[in-house]
Nanobody, 130 residues
Framework: QVQLIESGGGLVQAGGSLRLSCAASGRTFSSYVMGWFRQAPGKEREFVATISWNGGITYYTDSVKGRFTISRDNAKNTVYLQMNSLKPEDTAVYYC???????????????????????WGKGTLVTVSS
């Protein structure tokens, strides 16, 4: 069992930055691929970024490439999402996720459009004002 707790969300002006953190319980954190997903009002949840167990492989959705950086500290059981040059369209609830899969596969939705992932956090709200 893994529990994930996100923090770091808030209100920021367009062009600003935020860093989200996700603290995981359990002693097997380093064995999990970790990811960040988001859900904007009235929209389906979407993949943002994933990172392999050792941090060596990362994937990003096209809309955040060059602006967001995912990283992890296995000694602290924590994964981060550094978000720069934020835009109003980045406004969403951001969710941390953990799974035993590959970083590439974790970001691909299943046939029903959702993501078949073992563990989810409860989310943290990011609001970007124009």
């Amino acid at each position: 069992q893994v529990q994930l707790i996100e923090s770091g969300g808030g209100l920021v002006q367009a062009g600003g930055s935020l860093r989200l953190s996700c603290a995981a319980s359990g002693r097997t954190f380093s064995s999990y691929v970790m990811g960040w997903f988001r859900q904007a009002p009235g929209k389906e949840r979407e993949f943002v970024a994933t990172i392999s167990w050792n941090g060596g492989i990362t994937y990003y959705t096209d809309s955040v490439k060059g602006r967001f950086t995912i990283s992890r500290d296995n000694a602290k059981n924590t994964v981060y999402l550094q978000m720069n040059s934020l835009k109003p369209e980045d406004t969403a609830v951001y969710y941390c996720a953990a799974d035993h899969t590959t970083a590439q596969a974790m970001g691909k939705p299943s046939r029903d459009g959702d993501y078949d992932i073992d563990y989810w956090g409860k989310g943290t709200l990011v609001t970007v004002s124009s």
